[in-house]
């Protein structure tokens, strides 16, 4: 039971051009949402996060959309940079006593000089 | 400040042998994930600690896998024995607050089961 989908396994974007990431969920119980990027060979760093109670969360080039009605979310990051070529993990957590972390599959971006 | 350690980074055994991975994580870090993540698939909890008790280990195959965290520290997770399908990055991961936001991974270990 996936209860984390990111549905396109890979994107490639020109560099300088917005990359959307997508993300949906199915839990309803789910009220905080984070994105992660892991390069090869290390482990996932922490990005950006939202609170079910936002809908927008900016941080420098990256922000992110929650569509609670939807459950859906994503990340954009404008403009894109060759460094940002990574594999990149939507998570939630639900509101349970220790906020157990539960993660997608990836979205693989790869940044075109 | 020190990243989340792990060792070792690689290892390769046989189906039925037994393996062991250690964690020391961020100090002050009162949470403490063990996950696995599979090839092509996103990292899964296997447990969580809060200081050395275990919180949550509802994905943790009991019967050949097992994990302590001494004196609300370091941790050691253990497969005992191993299975085809163990084969996998296993990854430590530690923060001071709760929720995930603040959670900090180590480099992972890349486990091969021949």
């Known amino acids: 039971d996936q209860q984390v989908k990111q549905n396109s396994p890979s994107l490639s974007v020109q560099e300088g051009r917005i990359s959307i990431l997508n993300c949906d969920y199915t839990n309803s119980m789910f009220d905080y949402f984070l994105w992660y990027k892991k390069y090869p060979a290390e482990g996932p760093t922490f990005l950006i996060s939202?609170?079910?109670?936002?809908d927008k969360n900016e941080d420098g080039r990256f922000t992110v959309f929650l569509n609670k009605s939807a459950k859906h979310l994503s990340l954009h990051i404008v403009p894109s940079q060759p460094g940002d070529s990574a594999v990149y993990f939507c998570?939630?957590?639900?509101?349970?006593?220790?906020?157990?972390?539960?993660f997608g599959t990836g979205t693989k971006l790869q940044v075109i000089p | 400040e020190a990243g989340v350690a792990q060792s070792p980074r690689y290892k390769i055994i046989e189906k039925r042998q037994s393996v062991a991975f250690w964690c020391n994580p961020i100090?002050?870090?009162?949470?403490l994930y063990w996950y696995q993540q599979i090839l092509g698939q996103g990292p899964k909890l296997l447990i969580q600690?809060?200081?050395?008790?275990?919180?949550?280990d509802s994905q943790l195959p009991k019967d050949r896998f097992s994990a302590e965290r001494l004196k609300g520290v370091d941790s050691t997770l253990k497969i005992q024995p191993a299975k085809l399908e163990d084969s996998a990055v296993y990854l430590c991961?530690?923060?001071?607050?709760?929720?995930?936001?603040?959670?900090?991974f180590g480099p992972g270990t890349r486990l091969t089961v021949t």
């Open positions: 600690f809060q200081n050395n008790g275990v919180v949550d």
């Open positions: 991961a530690s923060s001071f607050r709760r929720r995930g936001e603040s959670a900090y």
């Open positions: 939202i609170s079910s109670i936002k």
């Open positions: 100090s002050g870090h009162a949470t």
């Open positions: 998570a939630a957590s639900d509101e349970g006593g220790y906020q157990k972390v539960t």
